[in-house]
């Protein structure tokens, strides 16, 4: 069975500085996706960034970037210039390529200090 | 509308009441899925909607847990016979078409059930 392990409860950044937030999985699947989803205390859960397993290169979405290691079944968010609205829980999810069923980390709380 | 919503915002339950859960998706979003989150828990699946059949309801935890989707838009969640245990947060979320994996799934802002 797949799961998905993230083993920071909580992770603290001054504002502007970069913050790793990391995710193991693991799956015996050759064609998954990844994501990183961000749940402000709102609770709208948000899409952050998706990498296709088959994608070498690493997905970037403006300050938000992957580093994917697929023989290490890691996939860490990287935040750079971190700002007060990233305040939130950050999940990070699979599925297999061409299943809808999402398979969840069980979240990172991310504190931005002003 | 802009969003998915979801009605009410907060529920509370006596135990051993019934309760229902709705979720309106995107406008002309052909998929629909719902979740539980347990607190400091992610998001677990529930079931799935291509719009009025319900694909997939693997997840739904036991028989007192209902879900529809009549018409292919609006979908509500029953809980029959509420238990502490079911206290959670409900999500739903849509997406445009299939709901495969590139195909990116939007959340209302949940329902936050509690059952005293």
């Known amino acids: 069975a797949q799961t998905v392990t993230q083993s920071q409860p909580e992770m603290s950044v001054q504002e502007a500085e970069t913050v790793t937030l990391s995710c193991t999985y693991d799956t015996s699947e050759s064609d998954y996706y990844l994501f990183w989803y961000k749940q402000p205390p709102s609770r709208q859960m948000i899409l952050v960034i998706r990498q296709e397993a088959y994608k070498q290169q690493n997905a970037t979405e403006n300050r938000f970037s992957v580093n994917f290691q697929k023989a290490a079944k890691s996939f860490s968010l990287k935040i750079s210039d971190s700002q007060l609205g990233d305040a939130a829980m950050y999940f990070c999810?699979?599925?297999?390529?061409?299943?809808?069923?999402?398979?969840w980390g069980a979240g990172t709380k991310l504190i931005i200090k002003p | 509308g802009a969003g998915v919503s979801q009605s009410p915002r907060y529920k509370v339950a006596k135990r051993g009441q019934d309760v229902a859960l709705r979720c309106d998706p995107i406008?002309?979003?052909?998929?629909l899925f719902w979740y539980q989150q347990a607190l400091g828990q992610g998001p677990e699946f529930l079931t799935y909607?291509?719009?009025?059949?319900?694909?997939?309801k693997s997840g739904l935890p036991s028989d007192r847990f209902f879900a529809e989707r009549p018409e292919g838009s609006v979908s509500t969640l029953k809980i029959q016979r509420t238990q502490q245990e079911d206290s959670a947060v409900y999500l739903c979320?849509?997406?445009?078409?299939?709901?495969?994996?590139?195909?990116?799934?939007?959340f209302g802002p949940g329902t936050r059930l509690t059952v005293l």
């Open positions: 909607f291509q719009n009025e059949a319900q694909l997939d």
């Open positions: 999810a699979y599925s297999a390529d061409s299943n809808y069923q999402l398979i």
């Open positions: 979320a849509s997406s445009l078409v299939s709901g495969a994996s590139t195909d990116t799934q939007y």
């Open positions: 406008s002309g979003h052909v998929s």
